[in-house]
């Protein structure tokens, strides 16, 4: 078992920046390639960014990418993600999850075991 939890959303306007961090504890989460989701309402839950277990591989959704920024350090078992120019469709609650893959990263839902609780951003125009 891998307990993840979210922290750093919050109320900025556009063109602003957040950092999002998720800290991980439990079963070796250095293990899992982490990644990060959203969800908007009424809308399904969609990828943003997901990273390797070492960290040397990064992957991005084409709507946020240039603009947010995956990363992790597995001494103190947390995952960042920082977002800039924020706009408001970037709107949603944000999701740190962890994947047992083989290999590299995954940009699939249904790849991820483990999901946090979600921390919420809101980018007002």
């Known amino acids: 078992q891998v307990q993840l939890v979210e922290s750093g959303g919050g109320l900025v306007q556009a063109g602003g920046s957040l950092r999002l961090s998720c800290v991980a504890s439990?079963?070796?989460?250095?293990?899992?390639?982490m990644g990060w989701f959203r969800q908007a309402p009424g809308k399904e839950r969609e990828f943003v960014a997901t990273i390797s277990r070492s960290g040397q591989s990064t992957y991005y959704a084409s709507s946020v990418k240039d603009r947010f920024s995956i990363s992790r350090d597995n001494a103190k078992n947390t995952v960042y993600l920082q977002a800039n120019s924020l706009k408001p469709e970037d709107t949603a609650v944000y999701y740190c999850?962890?994947?047992?893959?083989?290999?590299?990263?995954?940009?699939?839902?249904?790849?991820?075991?483990?999901w946090g609780q979600g921390t919420q951003v809101t980018v007002s125009s």
């Open positions: 999850a962890a994947a047992s893959v083989a290999f590299g990263y995954s940009i699939s839902t249904n790849d991820y075991n483990y």
């Open positions: 439990g079963r070796t989460p250095s293990r899992y390639a």
